[in-house]
């Protein structure tokens, strides 16, 4: 059974503090994304990799920096949360080239107080 | 610039009676469209997809249906059931070097016993 594990369910965390929010995939794809859902505003791409090391902006990087240093591995990273960074993040893989579907993890809802 | 669009952010339908998700685009570079389902606390689950070389794909009591020249696509759930409840989001393809999923905002479904 594929599968892709983020680390955490829920966070809780306060504002200006550093959050690493981790992804682990089993299907040796070479694509993994994180995406942030928020009402209203559907799923919406913050950082994206095509390969170990690789990484492309999103629609949304802003406050988000990324870590991908094995191919299994995605970090997202959170430099100085802040408040408007409370929601549900969700990692995803991919097979490269396609058309093809994404595998998503269980979701992580972050909550900066 | 949201090239994806869910108009109706919520659909009630009753148990039994055809539910009808629907799905525009602005993209005509789109070649490929997904479904995915998502219960709440849970990451998105694939649930059906379509090649633009079709007009109709059906699996069981999932069916949709694409029509090009409208950029449109609908997601038809015959007969509906209350485990149907949840949020569905739309996915448009296309091959690029960066983000190649693009999603709706979601609708959010329903079905009452």
């Known amino acids: 059974d594929v599968k892709v594990t983020q680390s955490s369910r829920y966070l809780v965390k306060r504002t200006g503090e550093k959050v690493f929010l981790e992804c682990v995939q089993d299907?040796?794809?070479?694509?993994m994304f994180w995406y942030r859902q928020d009402p209203g505003l559907g799923l919406r791409l913050i950082y994206f990799?095509?390969?170990?090391?690789?990484?492309e902006k999103g629609d949304i990087p802003e406050g988000y920096s990324v870590s991908r240093e094995k191919k299994e591995r995605f970090s997202l990273i959170l430099e100085s949360a802040s408040t408007n960074q409370t929601s549900m993040y969700l990692c995803?893989?991919?097979?490269?080239?396609?058309?093809?579907?994404?595998?998503f993890g269980q979701g992580t809802r972050l909550t900066v107080v | 610039d949201q090239q994806v669009k869910q108009n109706s952010p919520s659909l009630s339908v009753q148990e039994g009676r055809i539910s009808i998700l629907n799905c525009d685009y602005t993209?005509?570079?789109?070649?490929?469209f997904l479904w995915y389902k998502k219960y709440p606390a849970e990451g998105p689950t694939f649930l059906i997809s379509i090649s633009s070389i079709k007009d109709k794909n059906e699996d069981g009591r999932f069916t949709v249906f694409l029509n090009k020249s409208a950029k449109h696509l609908s997601l038809h759930i015959v007969p509906s059931q209350p485990g149907d409840s949840a949020v569905y989001f739309c996915?448009?393809?296309?091959?690029?070097?960066?983000?190649?999923?693009?999603f709706g905002t979601g609708t959010r479904l329903t079905v009452i016993p």
């Open positions: 990799s095509y390969d170990v090391k690789m990484k």
């Open positions: 996915a448009a393809f296309y091959q690029t070097g960066a983000n190649n999923l693009f």
């Open positions: 299907m040796d794809h070479e694509n």
């Open positions: 993209n005509s570079m789109f070649d490929y």
């Open positions: 995803a893989s991919s097979r490269r080239g396609g058309p093809t579907e994404a595998f």
